[in-house]
């Protein structure tokens, strides 16, 4: 049990730390006098809390400035409520919207073509027809479809157009709830008809709610349906996404996406990179060809060799010459004919020639 004058000891002492120390915010406070620690706190009249003064929000153990409140640097506004709250550099300094916000009662609102995450953050007060545009590969906020671009002509949601003041949605592309423009291609459909009006190369498949999608050898590309075969000039040309082993066969005459060395080719046996064959479902390079560091199949002429024999186990008439690093190169008298070496040409060829009639004129 504590002794009275072990209770009014204790009682100074709190009254001391209130008067020298102060409260932090929700601690039990008597007036003013004996301080709130946390600056634009105060001790509230009727339930004696220390909270945060009008125009202050608490924020963790702090009273952060509201839109329209005085403020020194950002750092003193509420940027957990507004994440676009900055304090002003000019005039009279106190917290508003950045750049490309507006102010809508006590929230930062994003303008048209400021960066979004849902409709929400958006002004659809100034903009009725405002919508987060999650369709684009860069979300902003945009003018739905149907909705007036009258002002903003360029303002419309990715997939649609302002036509006669309103955005419409694109061919190739159609309205879904949230009034966005979709691609055709991965909308519900109920027959083929649906997606290959618009899509090329389209068809309308699937178990139970159907869906537009690419047909076999063709692979989703924005709102188009691609041959995943196409001319490249690049591996980043080709959709390693649908085909993880893709590359561009730049050693061919006609660059073309292929399936590399070493790749699944089930399916599409015809599509190794040149000098490779399917064999086993799997793209190997085959005799007088060498893999590269690239998956392609490289010649084994002008490929680098220690030994002739690195170059004659495969390509007849070849040798491993040169100086410092050395490559498989054709002998003399034989030419470099794709992955062969050619017979005699040029000079040589003629005096082959000469000599054989000469040779026929004797006999």
């Known amino acids: 049990m504590y002794r009275k004058s072990d209770l009014f000891t204790i009682f ?3 009254l001391v730390f209130e008067q020298t120390c102060g409260l932090a915010l929700d601690a039990d406070c008597t007036s003013d006098a004996n301080a709130c620690t946390t600056p634009n706190a105060v001790c509230t009249t009727d339930t004696k809390i220390c909270t945060c003064a009008t125009g202050y929000t608490k924020v963790g153990t702090d009273c952060k400035a509201d839109l329209g409140t005085a403020c020194t640097v950002t750092a003193d506004c509420d940027t957990t409520t507004n994440p676009a709250a900055v304090c002003s550099t000019s005039g ?3 917290c508003t919207c950045a750049t490309g916000y507006t102010k809508q009662g ?12 849902a409709t929400a953050d958006c002004d659809t007060t100034a903009i009725q027809h405002a919508v987060c545009d999650v369709l684009a590969t860069t979300k902003v906020c945009k003018i739905k479809s149907t909705g007036d671009c009258t002002v903003n002509t360029d303002k419309c949601v990715s997939g649609a157009a302002c036509t006669a003041n309103a955005c419409a949605c694109s061919a190739k592309y159609k309205e879904d709830t949230n009034k966005l423009c979709a691609t055709v291609l991965g909308s519900t459909c109920t027959a083929t008809a649906d997606c290959t009006t ?33 001319a490249c000039n690049t591996t980043a040309d080709c959709d390693t996404t649908t085909t993880p082993t893709a590359v561009c066969d730049v050693l061919a005459t006609a660059k073309d996406c292929k399936i590399k060395s070493t790749g699944s080719c089930a399916g599409n046996t015809d599509k190794c990179v040149s000098g490779a064959a399917c064999t ?28 002739t024999a690195d170059c004659t186990a495969t390509v007849a008439n070849s ?5 410092g690093s050395k490559t498989c190169t054709c002998n003399t008298g034989f030419t470099k004919q794709g992955a062969d ?23």
Request: proline content about 0%; charged content about 15%.
């Open 319 to 323: 040798d491993c010459t040169g100086t």
């Open 280 to 307: 086993n479902d799997v793209c190997v390079c085959s005799t007088k060809y060498k893999e590269n560091t690239d998956k392609l199949c490289a010649t084994v002429l002008g490929s680098t060799c220690t030994a």
């Open 92 to 94: 009279t300094k106190i």
């Open 341 to 363: 070496c050619s017979g005699a040409t040029g000079v040589a060829a003629c005096l082959a020639m000469i000599l054989a009639c000469i040779f026929t004129t004797i006999v």
């Open 198 to 230: 618009t899509v090329a190369n389209s068809d309308c498949t699937g178990t139970g709610t159907k869906t537009c999608t690419c047909n076999f050898g063709f692979t989703k590309q924005g709102a188009d349906c691609s041959d995943i075969w196409k």
């Open 106 to 117: 006590t929230a930062c609102k994003a303008d048209l073509g400021t960066a979004c995450t």
């Open 12 to 14: 100074v002492l709190v």
